[in-house]
């Protein structure tokens, strides 16, 4: 729980677009100095710059998360920036999207390292930080499809993912009692460039709930409630607790209903 986020230090990866750059603004409007981190360096920069120019504290970094020597560098870059890490947040991604037989393992392995195996070397990195600073927050970006099934296209996305939101619940235990707060934010149809981004194997399918596009700003206010409210579930949708609580009640009824939606949805392509 952090009420007061002056004098704190946000790295965040994937921040250069997106729900990534709609947090950093956000942190930094707080009062938290940020370090933009993304695979894209020279948007990183103009995040840095955006946030600078509002008179808030910024640097920008360039980071590959599924390479280890970029995390260690995206670190020590946000100590030799502002000298201490208070809040983390574990945002980039990669989506492949395609017929499950058509996404070889190389893709798979792929995507687990970027988007859950990342989230854990980044998190064993840099909680020591967070705990010698005295504390702070952790944020770990899952995905609305982590917790309910709604299309077969991005399986590999889909279950690194689902895997974040478990690790989360688990750190969230394993830290309850040490000053360090997380969050799992589960964004559902959000305004992004994730679609301009992701990898097609095969004939482009796009699969989305159905809920209502959500402005990343939005998604970005709510999580800076979550965090000043010691929230742990943060879905991007509220409509989405009643769906995974209907889930839940029958999951054989739930996954008929959604198989037979996705199928038809793809005869109808």
Wanted: aromatic share 6%; proline share 4%.
């Amino acid at each position: 729980m952090i009420e007061d986020f002056t004098g704190h230090v946000a790295v965040i990866t994937g921040a250069g677009s997106g729900i990534g750059r709609a947090c950093a603004l956000a942190l930094a409007h707080e009062g938290a100095a940020v370090l933009v981190s993304d695979i894209n360096l020279e948007r990183a920069e103009a995040v840095a710059g955006e946030i600078r120019a509002a008179g808030g504290r910024a640097a920008a970094n360039q980071c590959n998360v599924a390479v280890s020597a970029d995390l260690a560098a995206m670190r020590q870059a946000a100590l030799d920036a502002f000298g201490k890490i208070t809040i983390l947040m574990n945002n980039a991604g990669v989506v492949y999207s395609g017929p499950f037989l058509e996404v070889g393992m190389a893709l798979w392995r792929k995507s687990f390292d970027v988007n859950m195996f990342a989230v854990v070397e980044a998190t064993q990195l840099m909680l020591p930080d967070i705990l010698a600073a005295g504390g702070g927050h952790i944020v770990n970006v899952a995905t609305t499809a982590a917790l309910y099934p709604y299309n077969a296209d991005r399986m590999s996305y889909n279950s690194a993912r689902a895997g974040v939101v478990l690790f989360s619940e688990s750190l969230a235990m394993d830290l309850w009692e040490k000053g360090v707060g997380v969050t799992c934010l589960c964004p559902g149809p959000t305004r992004t460039n994730m679609i301009q981004n992701m990898h097609f194997v095969g004939e482009p399918a796009i699969t989305t709930p159905d809920l209502p596009i959500m402005e990343p700003e939005e998604l970005a206010d709510k999580l800076v409630k979550a965090i000043r409210g010691g929230k742990f579930f943060l879905p991007g949708h509220d409509e989405v607790r009643a769906i995974v609580a209907r889930r839940g009640a029958d999951v054989d009824a739930f996954l008929t209903d959604a198989a037979e939606k996705f199928n038809a949805g793809r005869k109808g392509r």
